[in-house]
């Protein structure tokens, strides 16, 4: 991988450490400032779901670039995800520090989302996500998450600009508290 593929996937992990790319499709949605923010809580009770997942498995669905070419991004895998749980409120951090927040619901089922800036010592510009999934459960105890990802950055990597939608999946694995 080329120093600029690897800095360019750096500058772009974040909330899942998961990037996604692809081929261009309809299933692609540019995500907004608006769509991160006040995202809200689920009706859920508790903190069981809180503890480390390890990201297992990563899926490309879709990328859309109005500028910039999804070529040199790939799916990543091994990133820890530190989720905290406070009853309907969700609070997911990527390895990066990144932070995303929303809500869950008593089904299990969560909406997040946050906002990143591209590190300075790689460019400029902005990440926006919004992750929604589902907790699996066993004798009331995680055990995985699975979700989709819908990402739009929107910038400059090195040098090259970007405008790119990107729509992923994936499996993150409880590890434990």
């Known amino acids: 991988m080329s120093r600029c593929s690897q800095t360019c996937a750096r500058?772009?992990?974040?909330?899942?450490?998961?990037?996604?790319?692809?081929?261009?499709?309809?299933?692609?949605k540019t995500i907004t400032a608006k769509d991160?923010?006040?995202?809200?809580?689920?009706?859920?009770?508790?903190?069981?779901?809180?503890?480390?997942?390890?990201?297992?498995?990563?899926?490309?669905?879709?990328?859309?670039?109005?500028v910039g070419s999804c070529a040199m991004i790939h799916a990543q895998t091994g990133t820890t995800l530190m989720v905290v749980q406070q009853d309907g409120a969700l609070t997911v951090?990527?390895?990066?520090?990144?932070?995303?927040?929303?809500?869950?619901?008593?089904?299990?089922?969560?909406?997040?989302?946050?906002?990143?800036?591209i590190p300075s010592a790689e460019g400029q510009g902005e990440i926006y996500a919004v992750m929604d999934g589902t907790f699996q459960l066993s004798g009331g105890q995680p055990t995985a998450m699975t979700f989709q990802i819908s990402e739009t950055i929107t910038g400059t990597i090195l040098g090259m600009s970007y405008d790119c939608d990107f729509l992923g999946s994936g499996t993150a694995r409880y590890e434990g508290p």
């Not at 992990?13 to 790319?21: A, D, E, F, K, R």
């Not at 859920?44 to 879709?62: M, V």
């Open 36 to 66: 991160v923010n006040g995202i809200p809580a689920g009706d859920a009770t508790g903190t069981a779901l809180s503890g480390s997942y390890l990201l297992a498995s990563a899926a490309i669905e879709d990328c859309t670039c109005r």
């Open 93 to 117: 951090t990527d390895s990066n520090g990144n932070v995303s927040t929303g809500g869950v619901k008593l089904d299990d089922t969560f909406t997040c989302g946050g906002a990143a800036a």
């Open 11 to 28: 500058a772009l992990i974040w909330i899942v450490g998961l990037i996604v790319s692809g081929c261009g499709g309809p299933s692609a």
